[in-house]
């Protein structure tokens, strides 16, 4: 199998991304992509390479010298001040980041947004607007970016975004490595061009709190066992991902560390126009509810849900562990 | 005498550039600049005091979780609350956990690879070298497997790495019941295990016995271990004495329980320990592309990025104690905890890429015995969070100690908006540019004399420098 060269550059990036990627389990990171045949030309935080010998790889990438397969870029790409880009120079070149990335994104043959920031902007978009954050493709949830709707790497294919603030490891690597052995196409992403196999989750699937969203036994406080979404801003039915599904560091996943899904994955989560950890409400009603649910069909669920509710589930939703178990059937005889 | 800037480091966390004068054989003078800017803390600024928790870990993927605790505990005392036991106990797990998987990617993936370069192919010690060579090295696969197990704790306590919300002002919101607490011990008896056979060559406690600078080259010179190579290391490249940092030492103190902390808070100046003059600390901007008056203190400083002052070639601000540029680190924390080892170390040999290195190793083993200790502690039927109202108005600040050394946030809220968030990193302190005196920061001294090989275009000496003091740069210029 011939190598397939792959070269990672960090935007305005807090390297949480690349954090994130060394985290992945099963084998480790290095040799899946050992298995995948992937190549890294360089990547910031595990290549020897330092200094001169990586502005002429990109030299020479831009020049044609050198094959380009898959461009990975994690961090948000800074327009400003004012066009210029010198918010972020690549350093040791003199040029800005910008400058690079317009230019190896030409030659790439697929070009790979890792993270919220590098798809839409993410958190500094939140920020002085002076920076002019955007995404690779998508300036939060608007079409154009840096490269423009237009853009299409050598693929034919438009800009992979795999979201998420961090996105989960397997996210990375397992899109990667098909890239590789070129086993997806335009039908294997939605029309942002997220891969289905994990964007056509919700993160409400596989809620460890599902009783209590079924109920809707709301915690109150942020220690309470209870569903997260009526008072504590989780937007978990509306923000797509399997977190819930796929464990994070072993066992985890953030209901599972007992905190609201904020939505990292989606353009615009960094801006959610009320604090990150309150529901916003109209006549006691959240402002967002869940994908695809009719707002009266939710209103009327959910009252009955309430009147529905066991003592046990709403006990337990309003302390931090079980105090009621399921009663036990009886032994019949 | 030529100029030279070097740029893009590889192995650091987020970007850095060097500016070099070198004469012959050595490094004149070094300027250190991070070509980017995010403005994390003007995007804080007009929202409700608790969104601090959401923003403040994506200043940075490697020490997010620091970031988020310092918040948490600047928030607490805003709010006047504090966590119960069981959640400052999740809470310094969680902390500690970070710091000590940091030190573990630092030294494997990030620090030693520098010497399986092809410079030193012709040294002795090469063949040992390839041990740790970048992406291909037999080590390089055995952290990240020993890494990961590690980082269960965090699938465990917080819910995901990087980037948890777990961490609130007062308590946790994940909680640890009986057989978990058996899974944490589980976890940390891993990681002990790799440690001790392949770090350190030796069980953790002949470690801690170590009580001076003999004890340590007694030790190394019958070690098995990754660590007592480096010593070898150390001897025959004078890592020793290279890359000396001259500064005060500062350490904001961290990981608390019960009214003792595990870091002591204070300075260490012209051989003398001294209480932290917290009102002391201040930023100077002669040399940073920021506008606004020279020095700022951070209770009520400003960012505002403007490319066009003079004199500047950083993004990075100059923090000082009075006039002094400090370093912070686990050397920093372990002279001013008055540990005899590093108090002799440090006293014999001062502040080089050696004692730097050994610092942070040493500080595993630490680690790993507090973590023990704490998850002992942890009383499952107890509550792991006290219910707040967080304050409206008010200002706070609070210091922690991250993996590389003295974190502080300083916030100021009205009328339940923030109007002002500062961040000073450990970066910021020992990658610091120069000041309105021209002093240099404790990085840029450090480089001042540093070796250059024959032939060498990019001198390698430089790269242990820089990489010795564990940069993050996402955090100095957030």
Redesign the interface.
Known sequence: MSHTNALWLQCGACGGCSMSLLGYEGTNLLDAFDSAGIHFLWHPALSETSGRPVIDLMIDIVSGKTKLDLLIVEGTPLLGPNGTGRYQMMGGSEKPMITWLIELAHKAKYCVAVGSCAAYGGIPMAGDERLEATGLQYQSRQIGGLLGEDYRSGSGLAVINIPGCAPHPDWIVETLSCLADESLSAQDFDPEGRPLAYFGHLAHHGCPRNEYYEFKASAAEDSDQGCLMENLGCKGTQALGDCNIRPWNGSGSCLQGGYSCIACTMPGFEDPGSPFLETAKIAGIPVGLPSDMPKAWFVALAALSKSATPQRVRENAHSDKIVHQPTRKKATN | MSRK???????V?????IDLNRNGPSVVDAQVNS??????E??LLD??P??A???VP?????C?VSQSVAAAQALAKLSDVSPPKNGQLVTNLVLACEMLSNHL?HFY??FM??F??DIYANRRWYNNALRF???RGNA??EV??A???F????????????????L?PS?????V?AAQKRKLKTILTGMRRFLETTLFGCPLNDMLALKSRSDLHTWAKEGRGDLSFFIHLSEALSLDKMGKSQSVLLAGGGLPLENKKLFKQGIFKEQHFAPLPVDKINEDISHSFMAGATMQFPQNAKND?D?DQNNAYSWCKAPRLGSDRCEVGALARHVINGHPLFCDLYAQEGSTVKSRIFARAWEMAFLVDAMENWIDQID?NA???T?FTPAQNGQAFAFIEAARGTLGHWIGVEDNKITNYQIIAPTTWNFSPRDQAGQPGPLESALEGAPILSGE??PVSV?HIVRSFDPCM?CTVH
Not at chain 2, 13 to 17: A, I, Q
Not at chain 2, 58 to 62: A, E, L, N, Q, V
Request: proline share 10%.
């Open positions: 800037i070097i740029g893009p480091f590889s192995r966390e987020g970007h850095l550039e070509p980017m800017y995010r403005g994390m003007t995007i929202r409700a608790m969104d928790l959401t923003i994506r200043i940075c993927g490697i997010s990617t993936l990030f690879p520098d399986a370069r060579q970048a992406q390089q696969a990240l497997d890494r990961n197990r980082l269960h704790m965090m699938g465990e306590l917080a819910g995901k790495w990087p980037h948890t919300l777990a609130r308590g946790t919101t994940s909680t019941h990025p490319l499952p509550p792991f969070y219910p275009d990019d790269q996402a």
